[in-house]
């Protein structure tokens, strides 16, 4: 690169990145589109509307309709956001809360009545119309009776329940032409009754309505009996509509119908201010990064940072753009990747020095250094992006979020690693910064005999596994829990409190939630404020009778509360056991697909089992530590597991890689066990140093946050010690144990 393109470079770099900084903070037009201020955030960092439905009917539903009930709900209100919570409120209630909107009517009108779905036949036995075309509602055609008396009279062939799945999309008709149609598929049930009822229909030349929610959304002619389960409804105008029908034949198609109780917006569960330091310590954390950065690398560093900060405004725009909600794990999958995105410059800086040491010239160093570092970037990405994957397509909820975040910042920092980095830093070179001391030179390092040592750190990795167990056996007799479960997972009591004055959240977190505390015993009290009044809701633990008129009387006597103004309620874990099985599943498929990946890029099964080997036993350690400590176990423990899973394989694949091309060059005379010691050796630096700038993220969330985000970032630090740990010390010794009692006579 010459001097004059590369000073262009230079100029254009940090004109483009400071319009898109400009962007990031200030936004574009009156709307400030683009801007940080304007990402979607969850019902934790922003609030959103909260929904009420109660049951249908005299009789109280069975735990496993309101179970189903509950998980297809979940599913339907995940197209607003992946962060939307459905969990049983009582014994008939379903509450929805969906963040980043503010109008509930909106959404009351779009998702309708759960439940209230019918396929109904055109005329009765007797030959009477069930419904007429009169030109009024969505499609022009009019209930001629009422619901009840259509199921007596055996009119309604169908209803939601029959019916599995139904899906929006294109399809060709027989002249070849695309249409959009509404595609369905029964349950056995169901395609039983659809076949009689099709028969009959398409032998009357007559439709089949589909009513929903008080009016027919669609009346499709039977073209054919319909026998194998199978249905298509044509005449869609446009993929919109057709995928509007679709979502509608879905949350219409549950167990349950459903009212609408109350709706209301609510305020966000940590406040503002959890935001604002959030930020803030995001802010420090980065400069501490930029800083770190510069120091120990140089020129290479200050090219990194650049590259960083450009990183770091990419995010903000794309998660604008591709309108992702962000929350407490969404912050985690932002963490890890900027982790991810060091660790690339650093293994890249590594090899750059040590190719400076070999002889090489500084030019040619940055050409190999990048090369030879490819491999070990693209397999630890491309391993974390697959389980990112995997998650956002098999989670739900918060695994999704976090999933999504976590997808997007890995593409983004191998595209600032791998392309804006090694721009900057030949354009660097080419204006004059050419001398090797701005780059460094790698020392030589001493081989440390890591696995002389590898029985010591298989008893104490064993030691802290098996003391976690037997804590949490201890917490199991002592308490009823082996670990501390927040209302995430088991759910508690909902308290709704009107005040005499409008308290805004610091003044309830620090007046009202210590005398729920007090009361309940409970350090994990989650409070949400009502919009447009007065009301507040406390959800706690499980309270019963004579703690609830505690409460009360509390309440009454510190803030002059009227007594009839609280009202409480048994609310489900916001987790459903349907979620917490998504999760696992996701997580196992994700460990098979990582496992297989490894196993394809290294040739040897033995790589892959000791890095997915490595990745259980970190969880396990942190799991201990959740044990131990007695952290609180919510929605962020699964978005904290899952960092470390994608940590602690990107650590064990940077250290695999470098014994593989050791092995490339390996000759008869050289020492198996020796190669292993001086792999982890020369990877030493990069294990440290990543370490210490994901840690100082991690670190900043700590010390600055609000008492939730702490109880997250805890434990994410003692993952990120544990995952260098594991990856030093356990995994090439893992490998090295299977390599020579399980390899072949050749390997011997």
């Not at 007429?132 to 055609?141: E, K, P, R």
């Not at 991690?698 to 939730?708: C, D, K, M, P, Y």
Request: glycine share 8%; net charge negative.
């Amino acid at each position: 690169m010459k001097k004059s393109k590369a000073i262009i470079t230079l100029v254009v770099t940090l004109l483009v990145t400071a319009a898109l900084g400009y962007v990031a903070i200030c936004g574009i037009g009156s709307e400030k589109a683009g801007a940080a201020s304007q990402i979607k955030q969850g019902l934790d960092l922003a609030g959103g509307v909260s929904i009420t439905y109660q049951v249908v009917g005299d009789e109280d539903p069975s735990d496993e309709d309101m179970s189903d009930t509950v998980y297809k709900l979940q599913k339907r209100v995940e197209t607003y956001s992946t962060e939307a919570l459905v969990y049983r409120e009582g014994s008939d209630r379903i509450n929805i809360e969906i963040p980043g909107v503010s109008d509930a009517d909106a959404i009351l009108e779009d998702l309708g009545r759960p439940g209230a779905l019918y396929f109904i036949a055109q005329t009765d036995s007797e030959g009477n119309a069930n419904y007429t075309y009169t030109g009024n509602g969505a499609t022009g055609y009019t209930l001629n009776k009422t619901i009840a008396e259509l199921q007596e009279d055996g009119s309604i062939v169908l209803s939601g329940t029959d019916v599995s799945s139904a899906q929006g999309g294109s399809a060709q008709d027989k002249l070849g032409n695309s249409q959009f149609v509404v595609s369905l598929t029964f349950t056995d049930a169901g395609t039983k009754a659809f076949a009689d009822a099709t028969t009959r229909a398409y032998a009357s030349g007559e439709s089949i309505g589909i009513y929903y929610d008080q009016d027919f959304i669609s009346v499709p002619r039977v073209q054919a009996a319909i026998t194998d389960g199978q249905a298509q409804i044509t005449g869609m105008e446009s993929f919109e509509a057709a995928d509007k029908l679709a979502s509608q034949i879905r949350i219409g198609g549950l167990k349950l119908e459903l009212e609408e109780l109350r709706s209301n917006v609510v305020g966000a569960q940590l406040g503002s201010e959890a935001v604002k330091t959030s930020l803030e310590a995001g802010a420090i954390g980065l400069a501490l990064v930029v800083i770190f950065m510069i120091a120990v690398y140089l020129i290479p560093g200050l090219a990194s940072s650049i590259a960083l900060i450009i990183y770091t405004i990419l995010v903000v725009l794309c998660l604008n753009m591709f309108e992702i909600t962000l929350t407490l794990p969404g912050i985690a999958g932002i963490i890890l990747s900027i982790g991810m995105a060091v660790d690339a410059n650093v293994i890249i800086f590594a090899r750059i020095r040590e190719e400076i040491a070999s002889g090489k010239t500084v030019r040619s160093a940055i050409d190999v250094g990048f090369k030879k570092a490819l491999s070990a970037i693209v397999d630890g990405n491309v391993t974390t992006l697959i389980a990112a994957l995997v998650l956002g397509l098999k989670g739900s909820g918060t695994v999704k979020g976090f999933a999504q975040t976590l997808a997007l910042g890995i593409v983004l920092s191998m595209f600032t690693a791998l392309v804006i980095t090694r721009m900057i830093l030949k354009a660097l070179y080419a204006v004059g910064l050419k001398d090797e001391k701005f780059y460094g030179k790698a020392k030589d390092r001493k081989t440390v005999d890591f696995l002389a040592k590898k029985k010591i750190f298989f008893t104490i990795s064993l030691v802290m596994i098996i003391g976690g167990f037997v804590c949490m056996g201890v917490n199991k007799g002592t308490s009823g829990t082996a670990l501390n479960y927040s209302l995430d997972f088991v759910g508690g009591t909902s308290t709704n409190v009107t005040f005499n004055e409008d308290m805004d959240l610091a003044a309830l977190d620090s007046q009202v939630v210590p005398v729920i505390e007090k009361i309940t015993k409970d350090a994990n009290v989650q409070v949400q404020k009502v919009a447009g009044g007065n009301q507040v809701i406390f959800k706690t633990r499980t309270l019963d009778v004579e703690e609830r008129q505690a409460l009360t009387e509390a309440l009454v006597e510190n803030f002059g509360v009227n007594s009839d103004l609280i009202t409480a309620e048994t609310i489900s874990s916001t987790i459903s056991s349907e979620m917490r099985s998504d999760a696992i599943v996701a997580v196992v498929i994700a460990a098979i697909c990582m496992l297989l990946y490894i196993w394809f890029r290294f040739k040897d099964i033995r790589f892959a089992t000791s890095s997915v080997a490595a990745l259980i036993h970190d969880v396990l350690v942190v799991l201990a530590f959740y044990a131990v400590a007695r952290v609180s176990v919510g929605s962020t423990f699964i978005a904290c597991m899952l960092t470390i899973v994608g940590y602690s394989i990107n650590a064990t694949i940077v250290i695999f890689d470098r014994i593989r091309e050791n092995l490339g060059a390996m000759t008869k005379k050289d020492d198996l066990e020796q190669l292993v010691n001086r792999s982890i050796s020369q990877t030493l630096s990069r294990s440290i140093f990543t370490s210490l700038t994901t840690f100082f993220m991690v670190a900043a969330l700590f010390v600055l946050g609000v008492s939730s985000i702490r109880e997250f970032a805890l434990p994410l630090m003692v993952g990120i010690v544990c995952g260098t740990y594991s990856s030093v010390c356990i995994t090439g010794a893992l490998w090295y144990v299977l390599r020579t009692k399980i390899g072949t006579k050749k390997n011997k």
